[in-house]
Structures are given as structure tokens and as C-alpha cells.
């Protein structure tokens, strides 16, 4: 078979390249090696991580809130079989909408390995045994990333597990033991910690979340403290034994002492790696960096071979799936003749814990490196009357404004629904509005976006109206 478009991975980057690929009159293919499509964020990221998270939120609710509400409830209990199987209720249905989507932009699917024979000609490998070979005047390398491990750390899957065990447990720790301080393992521990599991954070760097803006770091920390997690920041774990059902990690602290701590599942959530195993890429003379295994790719996308482009995780800039989706599309646009832009600058990163965190722009840290001068705004959710309503009231959302012009230049915010509310802020920049400019747009009464109006309001001339 011959194709304009070959895309491999049918993940957040390679299934949206495959559907603006088609929808722009290219005959497409698409090859996935699982039996089912949406890669690590459908399957073992995003979407069941989500699921997770706000099935255990309305249980913590439930035992700690609605008494407040107004609502009372006898004989509370966690039906962990059953929150485990509506996770997986709602990958199915997620995932089967990536068939559906295909049939319906006429995409040719593939199952099995992709590897390269030439550049332009793409063996597919069956679960059986079996091969296929099809060609295509562009490949779109999309195939994701995987957990990082710790050398001298080896994972069983069992008792040292990854975000993908963490997903499928059969039971709920008493002591889940997580290192990484990053979004991946506090998403996960702050699931387990809500269900009543005692969670143990243990971080090399000397905050949480510490790509971005400090202050949320901060204040994540004190809200996850509250939720009985506990912190070890700046120690650095040299290994972990596993006997019978215990899990002992060993640590050192800042001070060169040698700690323990005794769990029943130790979490290894210390980042990703792009998966470019198996594909034959120096079949075609691309080689990747030894650090990380990422692919090089222009400011097309495009790698050293002409006519072979790769997206996503296996490419520079931050793992995330709207990234990758972004890039998909962007890719798909190039081949088509187009001139489509990105901006990175302008890509959110969000941890979806409660209250949910989220940061677009420049952090704090990274304007006072660059020497721009700049002026802050803030506002706390505990002044907001929405917050107030609904018991959500930690947090803040923060402006970074530039000094002379007022343009906003990054915005970072903790609270409720924060995942949402950052993309005004991705508007806001996107046109270079200033904050005085959010300030005197019209936002509803009583809403959380109003925090927003609030901190650009403080930052244009420190008028806030509500602290």
C-alpha cells in the first residue's frame, strides 16, 4: 500500500496528525503496536489517572466536607474494585472513540510494531508473527514516551511499581512510599492519600513541581501536608529492597545521613523517556540523544532525513499530550503546504491534584534569570466568595506583568478548577494583552475566574478590589 501520510503511534500526537492529515486530502495510515489506540495518555496517563483522581476527590469529599454541606452520610466506604473498574469503563469508551474517529476520516489502521526498512518504506510486525510492509511519502514518528527508572532501582511491578501499576492495584496501600516530587507522582499519591493510604513523598530537588513557578510549589506542598502526605526534600534515594509484602527505601539527607522508610509499595515517578526502541531509526542514519533518546528534529518538525518528522515526547520541550497534539497538527500543515505556527512559551502545564495547579508563561525565576524587569500581581481564593461557596479557598493566582509595557508575561495559579481557568491566561498571551486589559474586561459574579481579574487588576496598579 502507498501513502501520503504513515504516522506511528496512534497517541494524543500521532492519532491527531493522522485525522488533520486526512481532513487536508492526504491518504493516511496509522499503526499502533497495543490493541487498542490513545497510547500512554488514553490508556495508562491522562485519561485513567483523571478518572482516579476525582473518583477519590468525591470520596474525600464525602468524609470530610458534606457534614459542612449539610449532608449526611452513615457507613461511608471506599468500593475500590468498583472505582478501578469505572476507570477502566471510561479508557474503553475514550479509547474506542479513536476508532471511530478513523473510520470516519477514512484513516487506515494498523496493528503491530512499526519499524523503518528505508525512509519511506514502514514494516508493520503482528502480534503473531506476521509482516506487512507498507510505504509512504512522509512518516510522522509519534511514539510517546515511557517511565524512567533509577539504575540502581530495579521495578518489579509489583511491589516497586510505575504510574502504570499504580493504576491497576488490586488493593489500597497503607503506605505507599513515591519518589519524585513531580506532576505525575503527586497526581497519584494524592489519589491514594485521599482513600487513606499514608503517602511518603521522597524528592532530590529541594521543592515539589520544581519546573515551575516556586510559589506554587510552595503552596502545593502546604496543601498536600494537610492531606497527611509527608515531604523528604533534597534527599536523594540509593535504593530499595523488596521481602515479602514490605518495601524498604534508603535515602540520604541533605546532611549525608543515612535513612529508611518501610512501605508496603514504593512508586518510582522520577520522569519519562521517549520510546524510539525497535523502530529502526538507524536504518535511515537518524541517531537520537544518548541522554533522554529523544529524536533532533528543525523548526518543521522535520529530522535529518527529508521527509520524516517526529512529534511529541520524542521530541524536545515538555512531555504533554496537548503538546504533542499541537505538533500533530502542526506536521500535518507542513506536508499539506501550509505555514502554521506553535508557541511554546504558550503551552500550559497543569497537575490536576485538588486544587488543581496550572502555569503558562514565564515563571518568576526564569524572568529575574533573563534580567526583565517585571511586576507581580496576586490574588487568594480565600477572598473569592466562589471559593467561599464551594470550600475551595486555597491557592492564588498570580500575575507576571512586564514592567514598562504591562504585557502579561506568565500566569500561575493553585485553586479550583485552575486547569480550566489557565486558559483565558493562554488567550490573554496568545493576543499579548496587558493586565490592565484583563482588568477591564467584564468577568461573572460569582465565578473563580474572577481571581484572575483580581491579580491583573493588583499587578497594573496594585487596585484590587477584594483584599
Known amino acids: 500500500m502507498q501513502y501520503d501520510v504513515i504516522v506511528i503511534g496512534s497517541g494524543p500526537g500521532g492519532y491527531v496528525a493522522a485525522i488533520r492529515c486526512a481532513q487536508l486530502g492526504l491518504k493516511t495510515a496509522c499503526i499502533e503496536k497495543y490493541s487498542t489506540f490513545g497510547g500512554t495518555c488514553l490508556n495508562v496517563g491522562c485519561i485513567p489517572s483523571k478518572a482516579l483522581l476525582d473518583s477519590s476527590e468525591h470520596y474525600h469529599n464525602a468524609a470530610h ?13 471506599v468500593d475500590f474494585e468498583q472505582m478501578i473498574k469505572r476507570k477502566s469503563e471510561v479508557v474503553a ?3 474506542g472513540g479513536i476508532s471511530f474517529l478513523f473510520k470516519k476520516n477514512k484513516i487506515t489502521s494498523y496493528q503491530g510494531v512499526g519499524s523503518f526498512i528505508d525512509k519511506n518504506t514502514i514494516k508493520i510486525t503482528k502480534a503473531d508473527g506476521s509482516e506487512e510492509t507498507i510505504s509512504g ?24 511499581i510505575t504510574s502504570t501499576e499504580a493504576l491497576t492495584l488490586k488493593e489500597i496501600p497503607k503506605h505507599l512510599i513515591l519518589i519524585g516530587g513531580g506532576v505525575i507522582g503527586l497526581e497519584l ?20 513541581i520544581p519546573t515551575m513557578d516556586k510559589a506554587l510549589g510552595k503552596e502545593l506542598q502546604k496543601v498536600l501536608t494537610k492531606l497527611g502526605m509527608d515531604f523528604y526534600l533534597g534527599h536523594k534515594v540509593t535504593g530499595a529492597s523488596v521481602k515479602g509484602k514490605d518495601v524498604t527505601v534508603t535515602f540520604d539527607t541533605p546532611k549525608n545521613e543515612k535513612k529508611e522508610l518501610k512501605g508496603d509499595y514504593c ?11 525497535g523502530l529502526g531509526l538507524d536504518k535511515i542514519g537518524i541517531t537520537v540523544e544518548e541522554r533522554g533518546r529523544k529524536i ?9 532525513v527529508k521527509g520524516v518528522y517526529a512529534i511529541g515526547d520524542v521530541v524536545r520541550g515538555a512531555m504533554l499530550a496537548h503538546k504533542a497534539e499541537d505538533e500533530g497538527t502542526f506536521v500535518a500543515e507542513i506536508i499539506a503546504g501550509q505555514k502554521p505556527h506553535i508557541n511554546y512559551n504558550l503551552i500550559p502545564g497543569v497537575v490536576y491534584t485538588w486544587p488543581e495547579v496550572a502555569s503558562v508563561g514565564y515563571t518568576e525565576e526564569q524572568l529575574k534569570e533573563k534580567g526583565t524587569k517585571f511586576k507581580v500581581g496576586a490574588f487568594p481564593f480565600k477572598a473569592s466568595g466562589r471559593a467561599r461557596a464551594s470550600m475551595d479557598t486555597d491557592g492564588f493566582v498570580k500575575v507576571l506583568a512586564d514592567e514598562a509595557t504591562d504585557e502579561i508575561l506568565g500566569v500561575h495559579m493553585i485553586g479550583p478548577r485552575a486547569a480550566d481557568m489557565i486558559a483565558e491566561a493562554v488567550v490573554a ?23 484572575i481579574r483580581e491579580a491583573c487588576l493588583d499587578a497594573t496598579a496594585k487596585r484590587a478590589i477584594h483584599i
Open 267 to 277: 512508586l518510582v515517578a522520577v520522569g519519562r523517556v521517549a520510546y524510539t526502541d
Open 65 to 77: 466536607t458534606f457534614k459542612t454541606h449539610g449532608i449526611g452520610l452513615d457507613n461511608l466506604k
Open 137 to 160: 511519502k512522509n512518516v510522522i514518528i509519534a511514539t510517546g514516551s515511557k517511565p524512567s527508572s533509577l539504575p540502581f532501582l530495579p521495578v518489579d511491578k509489583k511491589r516497586i
Open 296 to 304: 533532533t528534529v528543525d523548526e518543521h518538525l522535520e529530522t535529518s
Open 189 to 208: 499519591g494524592s489519589v491514594y492519600a485521599r482513600l487513606g493510604s499514608k503517602v511518603s513523598v521522597i524528592e532530590y530537588m529541594d521543592s515539589i
Open 93 to 95: 469508551q475514550t479509547t
Open 429 to 451: 498571551m496568545e493576543y499579548r494583552a496587558s493586565a490592565e486589559d484583563i482588568s477591564r474586561m467584564s468577568h461573572a459574579h460569582p465565578t473563580y475566574t474572577e481571581a
